[in-house]
């Protein structure tokens, strides 16, 4: 486990990246001509690209680098009665007060009995209020017809699980894996895309013999605290603490968050659950289903035990952005940098034609579409080098390669590294190989 420093508080920093992210295409107020909508966002260009890539690093690491765990992509609207067997209708809310001065509302157990917002002290009883957003499924608004938004996508695991372990032949332990929307009508949403209503997670479901769990907890808490690490975020911000028993969720038996140092403190990203046998035996008991697992080997029968890392994929990209953010001077210039892994920034290369001349464009565009072939590339022959070279650093865009008029004779391009500055001349034929043996330096 890893010593934690103290929480700095670093509003320049936290207003530096929510800036950028506005100001280059990262992320945009939601309907903002219309004048947003609170706490709602909308993910521009380069935010697309980044949550793309941040959504595949997880992939990469949760799916295709291993042979236990398979993917499955649920529905968002589901039969009710999920909700119900999951604890969620009964037991997913928050403690409500509002302030009898200004109206404003609270999660009581976020504020210390005051108003944080005139400091009243007349707060009225703290009342439970369920996250989940309701809907209706056809034209009909009755109740009959209430459906659910899903405020977590692990419940479309278990009522899969059957499906899986039939179709895939699979026996514990195994893992199903998914990413994608859910929504909680969070009290207090705030802090950039830290909390919001409409968020992205990214959930994996292990599922091992009960005696198990305990081992496995721990194995996963070590694997995902190792997986920010891998893409960029230095160890002294990051942490792993295990909840106190007051503060588990319904449905655990033990959870362990990884935290990271925001601006403003330690701050959940993951969350690790030993989630026991408790969702697949309430949807045994609530569907009439047997979920248990036979062992033809051993003649036993049993339900899994699941351990449950869930992490939030809008919040991790907030996290690589303010992890990576950094100013520094090159050549006596101030500049600010993103130091983005390469496969989580928004574009790993940038090409730039030196000058606009045609006579550059066609070897430029060749060189473009070469890489493009196999990065995500960006192409930009507008303004001088050096503008273009601090535009790319500060959108985090790990390589350039510059296409000069000496390149039309000897077939070289120079590429230049953003953290270091460094350029090297190579052959144009060489530059795609010596950009992918980069990405996972
Ligand atoms: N299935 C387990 C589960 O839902 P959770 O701790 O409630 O666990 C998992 O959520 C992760 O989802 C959190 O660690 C966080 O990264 C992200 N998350 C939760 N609520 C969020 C919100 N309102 N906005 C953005 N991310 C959120």
């Known amino acids: 486990m890893t010593t934690p420093p103290e929480p700095l508080t670093d509003h320049g920093l936290f207003d530096a990246v929510v800036n950028l992210c506005k100001r280059r295409g990262f992320v945009f107020p939601s309907a903002e001509i219309y004048g947003g909508i609170r706490s709602t966002y909308d993910y521009g260009p380069l935010g697309a690209q980044m949550l793309r890539n941040v959504r595949e690093a997880w992939w990469r690491a949760m799916i295709q680098e291993r042979d236990d765990v398979v993917p499955i992509d649920a529905a968002i609207l589901t039969n009710p009665k999920v909700w119900e067997a999951s604890g969620h209708l009964a037991t997913f809310t928050d403690p409500l007060v509002d302030c009898r001065n200004c109206k404003e509302r609270w999660r009581a157990d976020q504020i210390d009995g005051a108003c944080p917002n005139c400091g009243s002290t007349d707060l009225t009883e703290a009342r439970p209020f369920n996250l989940m957003f309701k809907t209706f499924v056809g034209p009909v608004e009755e109740d009959a017809s209430v459906a659910y938004l899903r405020p977590e996508t692990a419940q479309g695991m278990f009522v899969n699980f059957l499906n899986v372990v039939t179709s895939m032949r699979r026996k514990p332990p195994f893992g199903i894996a998914q ?263």
């Open 179 to 441: 990413i994608g929307r859910a929504f909680r009508n969070e009290i207090t949403p705030g802090n950039f895309v830290f909390r919001t209503r409409e968020f992205e997670m990214m959930e994996m479901e292990f599922f091992v013999p009960p005696a198990d769990s305990p081992r496995w907890l721990q194995y996963w808490c070590e694997e995902r605290l190792a997986w920010y690490q891998r893409y960029g975020i230095a160890s002294e911000k990051l942490r792993l603490r295990p909840h106190d028993t007051e503060e588990l969720s319904h449905y655990s038996s033990g959870t362990t968050d990884v935290e990271f140092l925001f601006p403003w403190g330690w701050g959940e990203l993951e969350g690790i659950a030993n989630r026991t046998d408790y969702d697949l035996s309430a949807h045994e008991e609530h569907s009439g289903t047997t979920l248990e697992y036979f062992d033809q080997a051993t003649g036993e029968r049993y339900v899994p035990h699941v351990v449950e890392p869930a992490a939030g994929a809008t919040r991790t990209m907030m996290a690589f952005l303010l992890a990576a953010y950094d100013e520094d001077e090159i050549g006596g210039e101030r500049r600010t940098v993103l130091r983005l892994h390469p496969r989580i920034a928004p574009y790993q290369v940038a090409v730039l034609p030196l000058s606009k001349k045609e006579a550059l464009t066609p070897l430029a565009r060749d060189v473009l579409h070469r890489l493009q072939r196999y990065l995500m590339c960006e192409y930009d022959e507008t303004q001088s080098i050096g503008r273009r070279y601090r535009r790319q650093d500060e959108i985090g865009t790990p390589y350039c390669v510059t296409v000069d008029f000496e390149s039309l004779v000897d077939e070289q391009v120079t590429v230049r590294e953003r953290d270091s500055t460094e350029q090297t001349r190579l052959p144009i034929d060489d530059v795609v190989h010596h950009l992918l043996e980069r990405l996972d330096l």
